[in-house]
């Protein structure tokens, strides 16, 4: 483990590349000759090195506050030896990037300091302004009875059922007359065969007599009426289990949807309570790694991503992301990005904590990789995301050789293993 690893872990904007998980990001990279080595971002306020590297004006200053070199060629270096960049300043403002959204009609063209702005806000972001479809939205809890709103959260609910009980009371009496009229109906029906019955045939009395005062019948016509008491008795049953099939066939319906919904719910939640009530520790197994490494290696446009996971069961979510490092070939990039949740708008922000990784090492233990990172509360990646995955992670650039992963015992049966460990800061 390198031990300055806790102290160099950093914001990193996911690009828009193809993903092997979820959650693409919104923006690529910037040119070499416009990104600070350490952020990886356009250059913000660029200032020059005495030794000729450039830097974000605020990145390169809180370096130097902690160190005295300079983070590329490790050159002594101080706030003295930093002099603006206003030519590469100038050259940054000249450039337009289309919006990521121009698919869905937005025509921007900003410059690239103001794009993540753009992107936060773009009313043509589908994913983050205009309405989700209704299975991601929460349904009215009176929608059996014809309410057909559909909120995005918890708390636009208990509004709209505050705000529309008379409209409820309505549909509630509707649907109760609706369902007695069905009664009545059915009932009609019944009745309807039933009286269909009796007057197809007068029942003969115990004496194999007709109920009314009639005069002995014949042989042949005693054999007739009680054949028609026969008929008549077995429509009767007929009608009676075609009755009852139809209320049977109503009843193992409504069953069949019980079952079905009981089990999808039942599913979802064996799936859940792991991620949910997991107190920040989660253990990340990638199966098939092997092939998905060459992947990674091949195309940097693809990336992997972790389950969602929780801090604490209502607290703050987060997942992890490992694809190809964008500044060293051969290696892996790791990053940690905060999710959306149910819960947000009763958490603190922006998240305060540590992260602790661990690169498992099933072969040799010993040689297992332990980082850890202090959060940042100055990072747009730890304040409250607006969509499902904020855009920025953190965390390595350059985490670990891919060669390193494959021969020196980190993969056993093809699965790597990565612990991730969430601990939320309680104290000031």
């Given at each position: 483990m390198d031990a300055s690893r806790a102290?160099?872990?950093?914001?990193?904007?996911?690009?828009?590349?193809?993903?092997?998980?979820?959650?693409?990001?919104v923006t690529g990279q910037p040119p070499s000759q416009y990104e600070c080595p350490i952020c990886l971002n356009w250059l913000q306020e660029p200032v020059v090195t005495s030794c000729g590297h450039r830097f974000c004006s605020s990145c390169i200053t809180a370096w130097l506050q902690q160190r005295s070199h300079c983070p590329v060629d490790n050159v002594n270096l101080s706030v003295s030896d930093l002099f603006p960049d206003n030519f590469t300043r100038?050259?940054?403002?000249?450039?337009?990037?289309?919006?990521?959204?121009?698919?869905?009609?937005?025509n921007m063209q900003l410059g690239p300091l103001e794009l993540d702005n753009h992107v936060a806000n773009c009313k043509f972001n589908k994913a983050l302004?205009?309405?989700?479809?209704?299975?991601?939205?929460?349904?009215?809890?009176?929608?059996?009875?014809?309410?057909?709103?559909?909120?995005?959260?918890e708390e636009m609910?208990?509004?709209?059922?505050?705000?529309?009980?008379?409209?409820?009371?309505?549909?509630?009496?509707?649907a109760y007359s609706k369902l007695n009229m069905d009664k009545e109906v059915d009932n009609a029906c019944a009745n309807s065969k039933n009286h269909e019955a009796m007057a197809l045939?007068?029942?003969?009395?115990?004496?194999?007599?007709?109920s009314s005062n009639r005069e002995p019948q014949s042989p042949i016509e005693e054999q007739t009426l009680s054949l028609q008491a026969l008929i008549r008795a077995l429509y009767e049953r007929v009608v009676i289990l075609e009755q009852r099939n139809h209320e049977q066939d109503i009843t193992i319906g409504n069953l069949s949807r019980l079952i079905s919904s009981t089990t999808n719910g039942h599913r979802q939640l064996i799936k859940e309570l792991p991620l949910r009530f997991c107190f920040g520790t989660h253990i990340w197994k990638i199966e098939n790694f092997t092939s998905k490494l060459d992947i990674l290696l091949k195309d940097p446009a693809k990336m992997i991503y972790s389950e969602g996971f929780y801090a604490s069961?209502?607290?703050?979510?987060?997942?992890?992301?490992?694809?190809?490092?964008?500044?060293?070939?051969?290696?892996?990039?790791?990053?940690?990005?905060?999710?959306?949740?149910?819960?947000?708008?009763?958490?603190?922000?922006p998240f305060k904590g540590r992260i602790t990784i661990m690169l498992v090492n099933p072969t040799?233990?010993?040689?297992?990789?332990?980082?850890?990172?202090?959060?940042?509360?100055?990072l747009v990646a730890f304040q409250r995301p607006t969509t499902d995955m904020s855009t920025r992670g953190f965390g390595f650039t350059t985490y670990i050789?891919?060669?390193d992963v494959k021969f020196k015992g980190f993969v056993l049966s093809d699965c790597l293993i990565i612990q991730i460990k969430i601990q939320q800061m309680l104290i000031e």
């Open positions: 102290s160099t872990a950093e914001e990193n904007l996911a690009p828009s590349f193809s993903s092997m998980g979820t959650n693409d990001g100038r050259e940054i403002l000249q450039h337009r990037l289309t919006c990521p959204f121009a698919a869905n009609g937005c302004l205009t309405p989700s479809p209704k299975s991601s939205k929460i349904s009215c809890s009176f929608k059996d009875v014809g309410c057909k709103v559909y909120l995005k959260n609910l208990s509004d709209h059922l505050e705000s529309h009980v008379q409209t409820h009371m309505n549909l509630l009496m509707a045939w007068e029942p003969p009395d115990k004496q194999g007599q007709s069961p209502n607290g703050y979510k987060f997942c992890a992301r490992l694809n190809a490092s964008p500044v060293q070939s051969k290696h892996l990039a790791f990053h940690i990005h905060v999710m959306k949740s149910n819960n947000d708008y009763c958490l603190d922000w040799f233990p010993q040689l297992s990789q332990k980082d850890t990172m202090i959060t940042r509360p100055d050789s891919a060669e």
